[in-house]
Every structure is written in structure tokens, then in C-alpha cells.
């Protein structure tokens, strides 16, 4: 098993900047990729952003694209999201989540999430 923990979500004003870490344990060796994803109420989860982790690459999606930026620090087996440039529509509930399998798919450990709110 994964064990995940996020932090460092907040409130914060439109246009600011927040960064969430995701601190990761366990059987860390079995991760293929670490995501980030946000879900507000009524709506299905949004995969946002991944990592791999044996060569760093990333996968973003377009409409996080240059706002939103995914690192990894291996020494702490932590993966870190930068947010800038935050809208309202940002607000919602942030997740980590690690795969073995890949970029979208095949998400099995689960933090339990930290909120945004991104006021106007």
C-alpha cells in the first residue's frame, strides 16, 4: 500500500499563488506516476496534472497549462503544485494520487484531499 497526504491548501485572492505538497509512503517504489486532481460538489473528479516517476516527465492538461506545475522531490518521495495565477474557478477540493500504470488510469491510493478557495 501508498499512504498520501496533501497540505498547503488555503484561501488565497484571484491572481495569487498556492503551493500543495503531497507527501508519499510505503510502498513508494510501485509508483508509476503521482497525479493531482480536484473535485467541486456535483461534479466529477478532474484529473489535472501528473508526474512519472522514473524520468520526471509531466502530463498537464490544457487548461491548467502554464498556471499549473507539478515537481517532485525524491529525497522525501514528495510532489509538489505550484498554482499561479489562481481564478475563482479553481476553488475546490485537491487530491494526490498515485498509479502504477499511468498518466490518466489506474489511480489506487488516494490522499484525503485539501482545500482551495480562490476568491475574488
Known amino acids: 500500500q501508498v499512504q498520501l497526504v496533501e497540505s498547503g491548501g488555503g484561501l488565497v485572492q484571484a491572481g495569487g499563488s498556492l503551493r500543495l505538497a503531497c507527501g508519499t509512503s510505503g510502498r513508494t517504489l510501485s509508483i508509476y506516476t503521482t497525479g493531482w486532481f480536484r473535485q467541486t460538489p456535483g461534479k466529477e473528479r478532474e484529473f489535472l496534472v501528473a508526474i512519472r516517476t522514473s524520468d520526471g516527465s509531466r502530463y498537464t492538461i490544457d487548461s491548467v497549462k502554464g498556471r499549473f506545475t507539478i515537481s517532485r522531490d525524491s529525497a522525501t518521495n514528495t510532489v509538489y503544485l505550484q498554482m499561479n495565477s489562481l481564478k475563482p474557478e479553481d476553488t475546490a477540493l485537491y487530491y494526490c494520487?498515485?498509479?502504477?500504470?499511468?498518466?490518466?488510469?489506474?489511480?489506487?491510493?488516494w490522499g484525503q484531499g485539501t482545500q482551495v478557495t480562490v476568491s475574488s
Open positions: 494520487a498515485v498509479s502504477n500504470t499511468g498518466w490518466t488510469t489506474g489511480y489506487k491510493y
